[in-house]
Structure formats: C-alpha cells, structure tokens
C-alpha cells in the first residue's frame, strides 16, 4: 500500500509498488500479493443466518413472561393452558420470522448479480479479471461504463471523466488528470486518483493500484459503519419498560392473592394455582400475536407501494422519527445537471426550463450564437448516448437546445467541424472551426478563468466592442458560483480562412455564461411541507458546495428565500462532540443545511441528534453514507440508485428512489404505533377488570365470576380479535398533522393508564353487579351466576373497544367505529363465545351452558352499562380539565 499517492510522481508510486507501467507485475508477485493482503473484497457484516432470524422473534420481553407462564402451567398440571400459551407464543414468533425472511428476499432481489470484472496489464498481457482478484502494484485501464475496482493512481488519462457521487457526494463528473498535487489534498481533490466503487462516465485511463479491500477510501467508510453499534428500535425500547411494568404487576397481583388465601386458612397449594392463574390473566397473551400481525400489515402495505422493510420494527421507528437527515445529490436533486440562468449582455435568464424565452430574445444574434455553440462546440450526440455515460455538461446544453426546438442535428449537418481544439484539463476549454459557405465560424467554451483571457471584444444585443468589462462579468460569475451554480463561458469569431490549432482561440468574441444546477425534485417541497406540519425536522446533510445546498435548500422549502448564509453551516471545521460550548450547541440544533459534510460527520451528526434524544432517520444511497445509515435509527437507502453497500447497511429500501416514499411510510409508522397504544389499553384494561372482579369476588365471598379455564378462554379468543381488529385500523385523519411522540415517553402514558384504570374498573363494575344481583336478589345457583358474570365480561370487554377513540371526537362516527374489522371483531367473538356452549366438550371444560332470554337481557343491560359509565366518567374527566 502507499501512502499519499496523488503527492508522489507515477514513478516514485511504480518503485515504491515494485510493479511495471508498461507489463504490470508477474505471476509470482500477484500470488503473493494475495496472500499477504487477501481478495479484494470490502468487509461486511455477514448475511443473517435462518435460524437467527428464528431466534431472534424469541427475543421479546412479552414473550419471556408467556415462556414463564407456560412453565407454570405445566408444572401445576394445567396442560391445556400451557399449550395454549405456546401456541401463542409459536404463531407470533412465526409471523416476525417469516415476514422479516421475506424482506430479507427482496433485498437479495436488489443486489447485483456476480462480481464486476476490469481490464489489466500482468505479465505484459492485457487480462480481463474479476475485481476481487485485483492486488496492489496491478496496472488497469479504464473505459467508459466501468466501475473502478479499487484506489488506483493514474498514469494516463484520454478526457477521462469519472462520477464519485457514491463517495463524495459531488454531482458532476470529476474530470481526471495524472500531475502531482498537494500533500495536503482532501479527497474531493484528488484529481489524479480514482476510488473503489465510482464510475468512468467518460474517457479512457490508465492506473496503477495502489490500495485494495479494506485499506481504499470504501473500505475505511465501511469500517465506520461496522464499528458504529446499530441502535434498538423505540419499540424494542418501549415493550422492554412495559414488560417491567407487567412483571412486577403480576408479581403483586399473584403474592397478594396467595397470601390473603392462607391468612383466610384456604389451602396453599390451591392459592399458589390460583395466583398463577391471575397472574396469567395480567400478561396480555395477545399483545405479541396483535402486534407482530399489525407491524406484518403495515410492512405488507408499504411494499405494495415500493418500500421494502428488512425488519418489522421499521416501520413503527419510521413513526416515531423526529429527524431527519438525508443527502442532497439524487435524494431532493434529480443527479443531473441541467441549465438553469444565461447571462449575456445585460440580460439574466434565471429557471430556463420553468419559464418562457420570448421569440425577441431567440431573435437575437448573441442568444442565437450561445445556442450554436452549445450545438457545435460539444462532442455529444443526443440521440445515441448512453444515460449515466460521457459528458454530462454537453448532454444537458443538447437537452436545452432541444427543449427550446432546435434540431442539434440538423444544425450539425449543415455546419460541418473542420478542426476541433481538444479540452485538456490544463487549458479547461474547447474550441471548433465550422464551415457555412464560405464563412468559417469559431465556437469555444469552457472555465470562464481559463477562457476570458483570449477574448478581445464583447458582444451585446446590437453590436461587438472592445471588451472592457471584464472585471465586472468576474464578478457576476462568482455570484453564480456563490449560489451553487456551475458555470461555462461561451464565445465565438467569425473568420474567411481556416484557423490553426495556435490561432483557433486568437481574439475571440466573448458572449455570455451559462449556469448549471442539479435541480430540485419537483414533488419534495410538497413532502417537506408535510413534514414541517408533523413535526418533524429535515436536515440536509451534504459533501456538495455551501451555494449548491443553500440553493436547493431554497428550492424546496427547507430555507425561506434569501435565507441568512449563517443557515448553512459548513461542516468541514465542525465537531459534533458531547461537551460543545453553548452558542456552537443552539447553532448546530437550529441548523438545517450542513454544507462539505465527511462520511465520519454525518456519523457525528446522527450521534449528536440521539444524544439530544431525537429519533433520526438517515436517507441515503452512497458508500459515504453507510456508517450514517446504520446508526441511525431507521437506516433509508434507495433501492435503484443506492450502492449495494448503502441497501445493506439501511432498515428500510426505496425501491421507487422516491423521496416522497418516506412521507407514507412515516404515516404508516404513526398509524401503527397508535394501533398499538389503542390495543395495548384495550388488552390491559380488559385483563384488569379480570383480576379485579375475580380478586372482589374472592375477597368478599362472592360466587367466582371466573374460573380459570375462562380466563384463559377470554384472553385467547375475545381479548384478541378486538385488538386485532384495532391493529388494522387506518388511523385519523389528522395523525400527520401532529407532533411525533416524545421519544422518552413510555409506550404506554400516564394518562394511557388512567384510562386502562377507568375502563377495566367500570367492566368490573358491571361483571360485579350483575354477580351480586343474581345471588341476592335472584338467587341463582353458583354454575349460572358464573355463566351470566362470564358472559357479562365478554360484552363488557367488547364494548369497550368504542372507549378507545380520544373523548373529543364524536363517540358515533370515529376510527373505531368506521374501522370494518372492529364489527367483524364482535361478531367472530360472540359467536365463538355463545358457539362454544352448543359443542359439549369444549363447553365442559369451560363449564358453561345455555342461559335463558330474559338472563340474556340482564347480561346485555350490565355489559352497556359499563360502556355508558366510562363514557361518561371519561368525558366529564375532560370536560373539568378543559
């Protein structure tokens, strides 16, 4: 390997290497060489194996508490409740497993098939290899298409041009050459090395490797984003503080019920059964099945409309996100550069291609010559190149030209190229020499610095004169730049004989300059909007140039017009450390634009973001993206542009490349996680009025209103299809409107817990009602009060879901009741519930039987009373508040 090689000559990198410019190395040097540095292959985290994936669904606090309870089943003899945990406990990791295996397959779907091969020189011959097998000292040439197989020096170069947006974040193509630079050049100006992982566009190039594998720029960015800890999902954080809070709940439920029986001399054995019955019934058996099935329906929507997520808990992340951050090129830009102002004379053309050029100024000379130019002095021909390929600054004068109705062709034909002045990187300008008649025309373009010197008169819209203002158009183009835009001067000369190639360029006219910038996507500000709105802030994290972002910053929404530059924070002199001075702390929170960000700092940004306890999303589709994409909370890579290193390293891929993708997804994510709030309170106060009415019936000697077999009969089948039903639900209609939840916030809030409280205490009051009417009024036998009460709390339970929607929406027309699945919810449970007394064995085991009409009638008046009561305890809560 070499250290600094774009600072040493070709020769000294050729000796330090001990290859051969003109034969490469030998056979016996590249064997060695592979044994000493192994195949050139960049490292990464290993594909996840089948049965982790498997393990990995066990890895659930909820489910720890259902293996336990299940243990306990088995070990007090109640087999059928222990295997029917462990259904549950089967079919919930079973969905997790094969929903996140089929994410799993999509990804593959997307990665390139088989290894990239390059041309080189070994042993005198030119060889075409596969880039894995490409050691240090190898000697490849480059052409047009190829993908740069490793870090390599240049030694010749032929207009050789090569696209690192995927490392640098850059635009436009880089154009090469081979002259030695400056020790201390950053890596966006390295103009005479190429990288691992970017793209010739253009040309031809001749190199010498001089780094391989883990040791090429790639290679140290992917290193940042294996070293970089992958962070748990708000979810994962979320269910870990509620299964804390149900563990000590069934502990305390359990240990209060057993040792208030042996106080009352019941026997131990049978209280140590029924606490871990009760104990049972506090653990929501359905909340793992309901959840994993209502992450499964979101991820399952979302890649019907092109977003493929690897893992369930992405999508309730993607809800949860208060940040975030994406790159500039390809993400909010198109990743071409097209024109976008023309000065000339004293005329500005600003957003060409949005607004109208009248026919007077067509008319004009000087615009008619600056389209000629553009047409003639370029070596592209519109109709047969390749996208992705050649010049990308001819190209789009081309797609300019043709936009405003000009045939390039047929302007080419009938102005044949008698002599062509080649672009060399040293000179930075091209001119022509066309014959029309018997008038010979001169067109030239190139670096305004490089070409202003050689023009002696101006043109303006009526004449040609001496040009005297060249120190004010000096100015007007550093204003171009200043605003991001790329900017290329044009002139011409008109002549009766054939120039040379020294006098091509002699006293030039000069015409005017044309600006170019990668335009904004047309549908982000739309998006951005959105997310002004749902609180979430947007941050511009970009290698590209301080104009260049504040403009596209500008663009789409993210800066108000004419935004202060102090905006746009220039990330090249910044640290994101933990112990920052204050004023630098309230500038870096405030800013939405980092201007010439490192791979290493858009690492430190998502860190500094986290610490500050912001959920972050990260979009992008580079290689300097990846250490980024991993730590992020929720890792956003596109599917069609992104680099295979980007897909692994993200959570969540665009197949589409759509910005706007992610505005849905968020969406999505918010609908779910508010599913999940609603069937998390349904479950608990439900499983709550359980304990209650079974631990009021025991304390005061009533007959039971549940046996165990029916608590495990509720919490199975009639707690579950509601809460299912709620976690397909839709959501509001307002739910991006909102601010995103408060990251610290548990799953579950105070208030969230006030309402389980409420809930499951009117349902007990109902269940206990009807209990205390039936034996001291009605005098029924102990099998029928059991039944009623039974029956009692499953309505009660299933009213319950008209709870859920907030107190200030109308209780007759909300999500709930809208949601078409709510109904057929009801409907599956009551008739399992009733279903199950017509089939003698199973109705045995749940001791129930057949209840008259008029039994019937008692059992729905106290099943809606219930319902009537926590409505309006609940509104009357809010009205008092208000």
């Known amino acids: 390997m070499v250290q600094k090689p774009f600072a040493l000559s070709i020769e000294k990198v050729v000796t330090i290497l001990e ?53 306990l089943a088995f070990i007090f003899s109640d ?3 222990g295997f029917a945990i462990l259904v549950v406990i089967v079919i919930s990791a079973g969905i997790g497993f094969f929903m996140e295996l089929r994410a799993i ?115 140290h960015i992917q290193q940042l984003g294996i070293d970089a800890s992958q962070e748990h999902t708000p979810l994962d954080k979320k269910l870990n503080h509620l299964s804390k809070w149900l563990i000590w709940l069934t502990l305390f439920f359990a240990f209060v019920v057993i040792v208030a029986g042996y106080i009352r001399g019941k026997d131990i054995l049978l209280m140590i059964e029924t606490g871990v019955a009760l104990g049972v019934a506090a653990i929501p058996e359905g909340l793992p099945i309901v959840a994993t099935i209502a992450l499964a329906q979101g991820m399952l929507r979302l890649s019907k409309r092109q977003v493929i997520i690897k893992k369930m808990e992405a999508v309730q992340t993607l809800g949860a996100t208060d940040i975030i951050c994406t790159d500039k090129t390809g993400t909010l830009t198109e990743d071409r550069m097209k024109v976008h102002t023309i000065l000339f004379g ?33 070596n592209e021909n519109l109709g047969t190149a390749i996208e992705g390929q050649g010049d990308s600054i001819e190209h789009e004068l081309l797609e300019f030209v043709k936009y405003l109705g000009y045939d390039s062709v047929a302007i080419k034909n009938t102005n044949p190229e008698e002599l062509e002045l080649p672009f060399d990187a040293t000179r930075k300008f091209m001119a022509t020499a066309h014959k029309n008649g018997k008038i010979i025309r001169v067109y030239a373009k190139g670096a305004f610095e490089a070409l202003i010197p050689h023009c002696d008169y101006i043109m303006d819209e009526k004449e040609i004169t001496p040009f005297k203002t060249k120190s004010e158009w000096h100015t007007k183009v550093n204003t171009l730049a200043d605003h991001g835009l790329r900017t290329l001067a044009f002139a011409f000369k008109e002549m009766n004989e054939l120039p040379t190639s020294e006098t091509i360029v002699d006293q030039l006219v000069f015409l005017g300059v044309i600006g170019f910038l990668d335009p904004a996507r047309s549908d982000v500000m739309a998006t951005i909007d959105v997310y002004k709105k749902a609180g979430i802030k947007v941050v511009m994290a970009t290698g590209d140039h301080p104009g260049t972002s504040k403009k596209i910053a500008e ?19 910044l640290k994101f450390i933990e112990h920052i ?25 998502v860190k500094f973001y986290q610490k500050n306890n912001h959920i972050v999303g990260m979009i992008g589709d580079g290689i300097n993206d990846v250490p980024a994409l991993k730590k992020a909370d929720i890792g956003i890579a596109m599917g069609i542009r992104g680099t295979e290193a980007a897909r692994e390293a993200a959570d969540v891929i665009l197949k589409n490349d759509k910005f706007t993708a992610i505005e849905m997804a968020i969406k999505q994510g918010r609908v779910i996680l508010e599913n999940i709030r609603q069937f998390v309170v349904y479950l608990l106060s439900c499983n709550l009025a359980e304990i209650l ?44 409107e909102r601010a995103p939840k408060d990251p610290k916030a548990p799953i579950i809030s105070k208030s969230d817990w006030n309402s389980i409280v409420l809930f499951g205490m009117c349902v007990s009051v109902a269940v206990i009602g009807i209990v205390m009417y039936t034996h001291f009024v009605l005098n029924l036998s102990e099998k029928i009060i059991n039944n009623m009460a039974f029956y009692t709390l499953v309505m009660a339970q299933l009213f319950n879901v008209f709870n859920l929607p907030r107190q200030t929406e109308s209780f007759w027309v909300n999500e709930v009741t809208t949601n078409i699945w709510v109904w057929a919810a009801i409907v599956i449970s009551l008739l399992l519930t009733f279903g199950v007394t017509l089939i003698a064995p199973i109705s045995d085991v749940l001791s129930l039987e057949s209840i008259t009409i008029y039994q019937l009638f008692l059992v729905i008046i106290f099943a809606m009373g219930s319902l009537v009561l926590a409505q309006i305890i609940g509104r009357l809560m809010v009205f008092f508040k208000n």
């Open 555 to 573: 663009e789409i929404g993210l800066l108000k017009r004419d935004a202060d530059p102090d905006e746009v924070l220039i990330a090249q002199n």
């Open 105 to 219: 397959r999509s990804l593959e779907a997307l990665r390139k098939m088989g290894q990239s091969k390059i041309h080189a020189i070994r042993s005198g011959k030119r060889v075409h290899i596969k880039g894995m097998e490409i050691v240090p000292g190898d000697i490849i040439l480059l052409r047009t298409g190829d993908i740069v197989p490793a870090d390599a020096r240049l030694i010749t170069v032929d207009n050789l041009l090569v696209k690192e947006s995927a490392l640098t974040g850059e635009s436009v193509p880089i154009r090469k050459v081979v002259k030695v630079l400056k020790g201390d050049s950053p890596i966006t100006d390295q103009y005479n090395m190429v990288f691992r992982g970017t793209m010739v566009t253009s040309g031809f190039g001749k190199a010498i490797v001089t780094s391989t594998a883990k040791f090429t720029q790639l290679g």
């Open 79 to 81: 087999v059928i409740e």
């Open 346 to 378: 004293d005329k500005s053309l600003d957003d060409v291609f949005m607004t109208h050029v009248s026919m007077a100024i067509r008319e004009q000379p000087i615009f008619k010559n600056i389209i000629l130019a553009s047409i003639l002095c370029n």
């Open 581 to 605: 001075n204050p004023t630098l702390f309230e500038k870096i929170s405030k800013a939405s634009v980092f201007a010439r960000v490192s791979p290493k700092q858009k690492l430190d940004l």
């Open 693 to 736: 009415s079974v631990g009021i019936a025991a304390f005061s000697n009533l007959p039971s209103p549940l046996l165990p077999m029916q608590i495990l009969f509720l919490n199975l089948i009639t707690d579950v299809f509601p809460a299912l039903a709620l976690g397909l639900g839709k959501g509001e209609n307002d739910i991006m």
């Open 19 to 71: 290859s051969n410019a003109q034969s490469g190395l030998e056979e016996q040097q590249i064997q060695n060489l592979l044994n000493k540095y192994g195949p050139n292959q960049i490292p990464k985290d290993a594909p996840k194996k089948r049965w982790r994936i498997l393990v990995d669904q066990f890895l659930n606090p909820i489910l720890y508490i259902l293996i336990a309870a299940a243990i």
